[in-house]
């Protein structure tokens, strides 16, 4: 199985910041990447597919880079919205596996 | 609107069996492969099991394989989940979630654009 490693697992920062998380793939996973946020007690929202197309409906200030085997999803700008915890996910095999998580906390 | 609603879950004894179900409305849900993923509580998500949209391709997570069934019913909207043996660690809340991505030999591949609201299924004596 192909292993996400995410970074860092929390991030402390402020309103207005910009901030970026990193999600390393075992193998190459070419841009089969996404990015999801997930809010306590609901459902995760998809931000991000392909490394970096913007999901419909998200806002411009979430954005994603990288192919192969690293990546990072970057918001800049941050809204009070945005304190959530982020997931990273690949779908270049059958057997889909997540990062870790990161734990986005108002400093 | 998609909509997809989980129902099923709930309080089981280790070594006993639960169905889940998943609802789907607001599309053609007969052309889009379907997962289950889970979370245990605090911690991450996992995905458990993919369907095709005929359900001739299916794949498990090693953690469920030999225990977990998925099957759908197209001409009902509907996902199914049956868990057997079931341990303390498949604690968690079961989420639906549809794919949209990419078709290749072995069935559909992409990123998870609608979830549901998740179902809880507790493991415990």
């Known amino acids: 199985d192909i292993q996400m490693t995410q970074s860092p697992s929390t991030l402390s920062a402020s309103v207005g910041d910009r901030v970026t998380i990193t999600c390393r793939a075992s193998?190459?996973?070419?841009?089969?990447l996404a990015w999801y946020q997930q809010k306590p007690g609901k459902a995760p929202k998809l931000l991000i597919y392909?490394?970096?197309s913007l999901e419909s409906g998200v806002p411009s200030r979430f954005s994603g880079s990288g192919s192969g085997t690293e990546f990072t999803l970057t918001i800049t700008s941050l809204q009070p919205d945005d304190f959530a915890s982020y997931y990273c996910?690949?779908?270049?095999?059958?057997?889909?596996?997540f990062g870790q998580g990161t734990k986005l906390e108002i400093k | 609107e998609v909509q997809l609603v989980e129902s099923g879950g709930g309080l089981v004894k280790p070594g006993g069996s639960l169905r889940l179900s998943c609802a789907a409305s607001g599309f053609t849900f007969s052309t889009y492969s379907m997962n289950w993923v889970r979370q245990a509580p605090g911690k991450g998500l996992e995905w458990v099991s993919s369907?095709?949209?005929?359900?001739?391709?299916?794949y498990y997570a090693d953690s469920v394989k030999g225990r977990f069934t998925i099957s759908r019913d197209n001409a009902k909207n509907s996902l199914y989940l049956q868990m057997n043996s079931l341990r303390a660690e498949d604690t968690a809340v079961y989420y639906c979630a549809r794919v949209v991505g990419y078709c290749s030999g072995g069935g559909c591949l992409g990123s998870f654009d609608y979830w549901g609201q998740g179902t809880l299924v507790t493991v415990s004596s």
């Open positions: 369907i095709s949209s005929i359900s001739n391709y299916i």
């Open positions: 193998h190459s996973i070419s841009s089969w």
């Open positions: 392909k490394a970096s």
């Open positions: 996910q690949q779908y270049n095999s059958y057997s889909y596996t």
